[in-house]
């Protein structure tokens, strides 16, 4: 993998070069992650044309991560060492006479950015902005095999669940159940919180899980995804417990799944960020679903749970190829509870066969 | 609730005040929930005399938080909006004639710092640091409360675990089921990942769990904490598997026992914060276990695993009355494994039966 991470630093570069600036200084994990493939607590990766240095800071344990890897796998002329986001820059300016340096400001504290000030003098700060977001939205196939994996792993977790007894357990044990099992499946953990939602409860997004039991007749909506070597996928499904769901529960379904296969249809290179979102929200509206405030029903993913770029109805940009997105549209109607579907896809063109399904659990209304 | 989070609001201004600022400005999350009971995602808390506001951003997902509250207990003179931080400071400054305002420069972005200098321009920010922290430090009654239960639910779930079969089964999948077992006894959540290191993975701090099985002859490692109402507490154990225990482990473990009892013994109000850690390391010392790099054996507790004040061999401070802290020394040989013991304990006078012991699972080396 060196040489992967190697060439994005070297993408990188090129995009600081390009705005005149000498070197990087990276402080968001995810970012950090990108560019070394590690994710140590608190390390600052700075990139200059000469190397790459990694600083972990000695007083941050490693208990405040989730998960800590040592910079195994940076090239020879990269370091890593205990020193301070400050030090490193000082360092720089010193031997790798960087002058211009980008930094972070979206991530980089207040603090942190006055010790660079003060630590090196002679060297001007700038934003970065969103540059490394940016080049991480379109994945390599390292990347989509990664997710694929992570995929398989919710999967297997979901289906273990949906084959044992779920009446009279609650939301709380369930997603804890979940967890372990996608941690049993090879997960490095759980990408986020899972949530399940029973009953009224049901078709919300990122609903917390309570202590409410799951009853005959509910719907039970669950979000769950694996997070394999850092890659995150989402899957929502809505079931329904008992024998035979009610007239409105398989009305609901449909719809939302309909609108939700709407939206996947939607994806393609090229298309507007916006399109698959108002293809799902225009037939959820004609059946009279409409929100005040329109949450987006998609994003991107991967390193982080929701990434470049947005899936929102009033979005600017087209989607690219290779891009992991959700799609997850939903009703939730007050008191009575509701239906939500959501996918992993990958944008792929139609020559390659179509957006690639990450998350393969079966969508329909089963009874539980 | 509400009144003790004003009272804590009201002795933030006095700090506030008497360096010159009329408000305050609050982004870190544990800042903001004591402060008000509150902890949605990305909110900031502006505290002026007037009235206390929480900006709710309305782009953030509730699932990259842990957890979501809505604001139910601020008081009446209380709002929260979905607003933007910079239209917070902006707003105060018309309404609440603030001039100097107190950010928390540790905490906040140089991106939120540039937006609310803009959107505020007749206001001069000021660095709050950490007076927040700082005021965090010494737990009311309540607080502690919430610590004991969340060491009770620590206690449960790692005592039903002894009463289990250990031998054949993974790390990975030993500290799943802990969490699982705290979250089914009321907690929030984990404090933070449950460690669970075997064989020579034992005696390390913060060991990430892996696919070791725990094996006949082996010491196991397990640290944990319940999350409850927001307060975690740490204990850690550590056990022999199997009918005996060989007889460097039975040496092993009693030495590392007396160090963290020394350690213990030593709190009270108004011993320097180095002493507990530099009794335990004396201790260990002289049987010739030395580090290189110490690292601190304890430290304060509470909304974060990890809070002032540090109880490292270098630390300077006294300690307080009603401070809860971490005590937890412990032995690692690289390739054997080692010994790791923790509690969690309020500091707390001799007249008073000195310090309060939360964690309460034995310390003795059980043979399981």
């Known amino acids: 993998m060196s040489d992967a991470h190697a060439a994005r630093r070297d993408r990188l570069l090129e995009h600081c070069s390009a705005a005149g600036m000498d070197a990087a200084l990276i402080t968001s994990p995810a970012n950090v992650r990108y560019l070394t493939g590690c994710t140590p607590c608190g390390a600052s990766l700075l990139v200059t044309r000469e190397r790459a240095l990694l600083a972990l800071p000695a007083d941050l344990p490693p208990e405040d991560n989730g998960e800590f890897v040592y910079p195994v796998d940076l090239p020879q002329q990269s370091a890593a060492a205990d020193q301070d986001t400050a030090e490193l820059a000082a360092m720089a300016a010193a031997a790798d006479r960087v002058g211009e340096l980008a930094v972070e400001e979206h991530d980089l504290t207040v603090r942190r950015y006055r010790e660079v000030a003060d630590r090196a003098p002679g060297v001007r700060l700038h934003d970065l902005g969103r540059t490394v977001e940016r080049l991480r939205v379109v994945k390599?196939?390292?990347?989509?095999?990664?997710?694929r994996i992570?995929?398989?792993i919710g999967d297997q977790a979901l289906g273990e669940l949906l084959e044992s007894i779920l009446v009279g357990r609650t939301e709380r044990h369930l997603a804890m159940e979940l967890e372990r099992r996608m941690v049993d499946h090879g997960a490095d953990r759980a990408g986020f919180p899972v949530s399940v939602g029973t009953g009224s409860h049901s078709g919300q997004a990122d609903?917390?899980?309570?202590?409410?039991?799951?009853?005959?007749?509910?719907?039970?909506?669950?979000?769950?995804?694996?997070?394999?070597?850092?890659?995150t996928v989402r899957s929502t499904r809505t079931f329904v417990i008992g024998a035979a769901p009610a007239g409105w529960q398989v009305e609901l379904h449909r719809l939302v799944f309909e609108a939700q296969r709407a939206a996947r249809e939607a994806l393609a290179p090229g298309v507007p960020c916006s399109t698959p979102d108002r293809a799902a929200r225009e037939m959820l509206g004609e059946a009279g679903y409409r929100e005040d405030r329109p949450r987006p029903f998609g994003h991107g993913i991967g390193l982080e749970v929701r990434e470049a770029p947005q899936l929102g109805p009033s979005e600017t940009g087209k989607l690219d190829n290779r891009v992991p997105v959700t799609v997850g549209p939903g009703v939730h109607l007050p008191g009575r509870g509701g239906v939500r579907i959501e996918d992993t896809l990958v944008v792929r063109p139609v020559a390659e066969g179509g957006p690639e399904l990450l998350t393969i659990t079966t969508k329909e209304l089963l009874a539980l």
Chains 1, 2 share one sequence.
């Open 140 to 147: 390599d196939e390292q990347e989509i095999a990664d997710l």
């Open 150 to 152: 992570a995929a398989e």
């Open 207 to 231: 609903h917390r899980p309570t202590d409410r039991r799951v009853e005959e007749g509910d719907f039970l909506t669950v979000s769950l995804g694996a997070q394999y070597r850092g890659y």
